[in-house]
């Protein structure tokens, strides 16, 4: 009978396709959380370099340490790459990152050095605005230089960043605006440079209640122009791009990405007078890594010259640590934005917190 | 042919049939669902649960959630019975084209139509602001239950369809007979005799409605949904307590429609199916009805068309909706980085799973409705679980299930005086597990379609004879053989559509297998997931447009392989 044997054969190759399944000769296993294309162009490399079968999951920074505490007992990842420093502080301090000393950070600035050698930096940008521009015509609006111009009424509905607690991208702008919020208490006269009041900060730097309770209230007047949270810190870029909002909460170089790749023209960077934060992206080892070898050299890797020049093929324009690797002409300077004061330890101590109050307080809420 | 319990088991061909199946049923449905039972209804569940059914904010998600469901469920059905009442009573031109314009959505991947729609239709769309000037405003329940409509309706469609077909004309020729009105024959007779198909049809829609994770993550703007908030549980706070309650509260409703469409709708039904029915459809006539309807059907085609090709477009675009310089960069990013490793893994997995439930669900078929023996309407409920449960809960269950081996210690201890155990289900999903986690898709999937598989099947072998069988019995055949060589080639036509269905239904799911993926295995609906997120349309669309090559592919495989034309045309028209 024909069918009988379709069915008999159908079964077999069912079995065989099924153990045919590479049987797991995978070596590394990498956390991503920049872009993707970036993932495949520096996993790409490492495999080509050193040959050992790399593969990886993008998640972005907030979700990536969710996950590395869910499986800490048996870690399902052995190095994470990429995302804001906050999020690497967060999870040294909970032990979720291995110490270990890489022979390339040398001449590296001490701030690209995480603590007992826990993280290392691997590259900067800087938060800004990323705005259609035919967008912001139609709606009236000019290009938004400071964070107050983000809660124009005309904006109702045409903002939109990411969700603080699985971003890294909107966490730095949220940490951003607490500090911003802590520096006016602590000045209220504007003198950045004369004796603090002591109300914006605490004695060991951190920024204290009251500002974050005003960063929250900010927040919660914003979310009235905010169409959506996205989970992913760059989703909302390419959503200005396309004129489905006016103005995305994005770091400056995913902005310039997007030029690049295909919205020239159409968006425009811009950067609140009164001081933007920035991200420091990290790269660690996690603590009970199944590959630990491989995961020290793609720590390297990382590290290096070589391996931070991949960025270039993909259009990341962030700023590289290494000093030896070549800037793109692309990449902001830094030296021309007013820049805030990030206490990235602090960040990272109080980022699930934050994140989770942000979720409460702010998120759910549908705007007005 | 009457099975006393006893007789079944003296059958080894059924026993192992029955232990088979059973054991899928507890391992791969109810235990996935019960461990995530278990943690909605822990201390901490249940606190979370107090709080989410009473906090306002909460209680808006909940009702959002149902609102989109009946929203869907009623316009899906307006529209499944639009179409259907069209090709079946009304005298139109392009009714072949009209047919199949309705089925093209059972095949898009999902984010597929969400994101073609934004691009036509959205606050910058090609036709809204390109042509009409318009800045529609599609976020929310509007364009969301729009998307969902447009591509849900096919199931009532099809359900309406082979209801119109088969209901009698003598009842209208009557009424017609006794002057009643064209008008008024379809208000008092079409309409009640139809009402269990439109029920259900409902039915249906509104839970496929609220299950659907892939639309609102693209169109829900501020309008929250359930299903959402499940996905950022998990895959964004790694909170799989909460994630299981929100879970619970999108299990109930589900799993009472499935239970009230099932064996209440079902027992209501005035029409009997199977009969012939005897004289001719009387057509509409009146030109303005007709004209009408052919004008508003085909505006929909229209639509269906215009979307699909934007799709396509969109694959070769530099930026879809923006920038349409002609491009081959997005395949070239999809089949470069690692989504040829994507195509291959979700082909391969849903190779695997077709057969299987295919297989699987006609012998459940067999089982249930030629064996007689107790329990057999439990096997058939826990299968039917496999799909009545939303997706997403079953993705959970088996993360939460199969996350650890499943162990039985002995009461031995070795030297080391560590206890003894045997493995009896290794760990099947995330980091490390068995076959890169390819098992717990392959058998999600199965679970997925077996129930489509089981319906076809039962539907088909309800009308074929006893007798057949039980002359091959007499004559000494035993029930394998019986089974093999008269059922199955019987229901060839139901199985060939079974699997159809299964596979379509494998490479397009995404709410299932988004808890499941491991770097080891890529499923090409999680890779659109990721490309959609991030907003890179061109590369969903360029995902979108080789998942529906290998979809249709494997149909055209499929038809060659266990079809012949006759056959497979009255398996895809009847069943799917």
């Known amino acids: 009978m024909k069918l009988t044997r379709t069915i008999t054969i159908l079964l077999f190759l069912s079995v065989f396709g099924l153990l045919a399944v590479r049987a797991q000769e995978d070596t590394l296993t990498v956390l991503c959380t920049p872009q993707e294309d970036w993932c495949v162009a520096i996993t790409q490399a490492f495999q080509e370099k050193t040959g050992i079968q790399t593969s990886y999951v993008r998640l972005s920074s907030g979700e990536a340490l969710a996950r590395i505490r869910a499986s800490a007992s048996d870690p399902e990842f052995s190095i994470w790459w990429g995302g804001p420093a906050d999020a690497y502080i967060a999870a040294a ?5 291995e110490s270990y000393e890489s022979p390339n950070a040398e001449g590296f600035e001490p701030r690209f050095i995480g603590e007992n050698n826990s993280w290392y930096g691997i590259y900067m940008g800087a938060t800004g605005f990323c705005s259609n521009v035919q967008m912001l015509e139609e709606l009236g609006v000019d290009a938004p230089t400071s964070w107050a111009d983000l809660l ?36 209220p006269d504007g003198d950045m440079e004369g004796e603090g009041t002591g109300e914006g900060y605490t004695e060991d730097g951190v920024p204290t209640q009251a500002a974050i309770d005003n960063a929250f209230a900010y927040f919660s007047e914003l979310n009235n122009n905010i169409l959506q949270y996205t989970r992913s810190g760059l989703a909302s870029g390419p959503m200005a791009g396309r004129g489905e909002i006016a103005v995305s909460i994005i770091f400056s170089h995913d902005c310039i990405k997007l030029q690049v790749e295909g919205f020239e023209g159409i ?102 | 042919m009457s099975f006393s319990g006893g007789r079944l088991f003296r059958d080894p061909v059924l026993a192992v049939g029955l232990v088979v199946v059973v054991a899928f049923i507890l391992i791969s449905i109810l235990y996935p669902i019960m461990t995530m039972l278990g943690v909605a209804f822990s201390a901490d569940g249940l606190a979370l649960l107090v709080k989410y059914l009473t906090e306002r904010i909460y209680l808006n998600l909940v009702g959002n959630t149902f609102l989109l469901g009946i929203v869907v469920g009623v316009a899906g059905t307006a529209l499944g019975f639009l179409f259907a009442y069209v090709q079946v009573k009304v005298d139109v031109p392009f009714k072949r084209f009209m047919h199949l314009m309705a089925l093209v959505p059972l095949i898009s991947p999902p984010f597929a139509l969400a994101t073609a729609f934004l691009i036509l239709f959205g606050r910058n769309g090609l036709i809204s602001k390109g042509v009409f000037g318009v800045r529609a405003d599609v976020y929310g329940l509007s364009g969301l239950s729009f998307v969902l409509t447009l591509s849900l309706f096919t199931v009532a469609y099809l359900n309406l369809k082979g209801m119109l077909q088969a209901l009698d004309p003598a009842m209208e020729e009557a009424a017609t007979n006794l002057g009643a009105s064209r008008w008024h024959v379809f208000r008092t007779v079409t309409l009640p005799m139809l009402l269990p198909g439109i029920l259900s049809s409902f039915l249906l829609l509104f839970v496929e409605a609220i299950a659907d994770l892939g639309n609102p993550l693209v169109l829900g703007g501020d309008f929250e949904v359930l299903a959402m908030r499940v996905y950022v549980s998990v895959i964004g706070l790694y909170d799989t307590t ?49 004209w009408t309807l052919f004008a508003v059907i085909m505006a929909f085609c229209v639509l269906i068309i215009l979307l699909y090709a934007s799709i396509f ?20 990013f999809v089949i470069k980085g690692y989504g040829s490793e994507a195509m291959v893994d979700t082909t391969l997995f849903s190779v695997v799973a077709t057969p299987i439930a295919g297989i699987l669900g006609i012998v459940i078929a067999f089982l249930v409705v030629r064996k007689k023996f107790r329990g057999r309407a439990l096997i058939d409920f826990g299968t039917m679980l496999g799909i009545a449960v939303p997706g997403t809960i079953i993705g959970i269950g088996f993360l939460l299930a199969f996350n650890v081996p499943s162990n039985i210690y002995l009461p031995f201890q070795d030297a080391a005086g560590q206890p003894l155990y045997i493995t009896l289900i290794p760990k099947l999903t995330g980091g490390r597990a068995l076959l890169g986690g390819a098992l717990a898709i392959v058998l999600v999937y199965i679970v997925r379609s077996v129930p489509a598989a089981l319906r076809s099947g039962a539907g088909a072998l309800s009308q074929i004879d006893p007798a057949i069988e039980e002359a091959s019995i007499s004559l000494g055949a035993d029930s394998g053989l019986t089974f093999r060589k008269i059922t199955l080639p019987l229901i060839r036509p139901a199985f060939l559509s079974g699997l159809i269905y299964a596979f379509a239904r494998s490479m397009t799911t995404i709410s299932a297998i988004v808890f499941l993926t491991t770097p080891q295995t890529r499923i090409m609906t999680q890779q659109i997931l990721n490309e959609t997120e991030q907003g890179r349309f061109g590369n969903a669309f360029a995902y979108c447009v080789i998942l529906i090559g290998i979809v249709l592919a494997a149909m055209a495989v499929l038809y060659f392989v266990v079809g012949s034309t006759t056959g497979a045309e009255r398996g895809l028209e009847g069943g799917a």
């Open chain 1, 152 to 187: 124009n009424p005309k904006l109702k509905g045409m903002v939109a960043m990411a969700h603080p607690a699985t971003s890294g991208t909107a966490f730095t702008a949220f940490w951003t605006v607490i500090t911003l919020e802590a520096d006016k208490l602590e000045h």
């Open chain 2, 242 to 290: 909460a994630a299981s309650v929100f879970a619970i509260i999108l299990l109930l409703p589900a799993l009472l429609v499935f239970v009230v469409q099932r064996y209440w709708v079902n027992r209501i039904s005035v029409i009997t199916v199977t009969g012939k029915p005897t004289g001719n459809v009387q057509m509409i006539e009146n030109p303005w009805i007709r």
């Open chain 1, 267 to 368: 968006l425009t960077t811009t950067f609140p007078e009164e001081g933007t934060g920035y991200e420091i992206g990290g790269v660690g080892v996690i603590t009970g890594a199944h590959e630990p070898e491989a995961a020290r050299m793609f720590l390297d890797f990382a590290l290096s010259v070589e391996g931070q020049s991949t960025a270039q093929q993909v259009n990341a324009f962030q700023i590289p640590t290494n000093p030896g690797t070549p800037v793109s002409e692309m990449s902001v300077d830094f030296s021309q934005l007013q820049l805030v004061d990030y206490n990235f330890v602090a960040a990272g101590s109080l980022r699930t917190e934050l994140a989770e109050r942000f979720d409460k307080e702010v998120a759910p809420q549908p705007a007005e």
């Open chain 1, 93 to 97: 301090e909970e032990g979720l990152l």
């Open chain 2, 313 to 332: 477009i969109g694959a070769f675009a530099r930026v879809p909706g923006v920038n349409h310089e002609f491009t081959l960069k997005n395949f070239e």
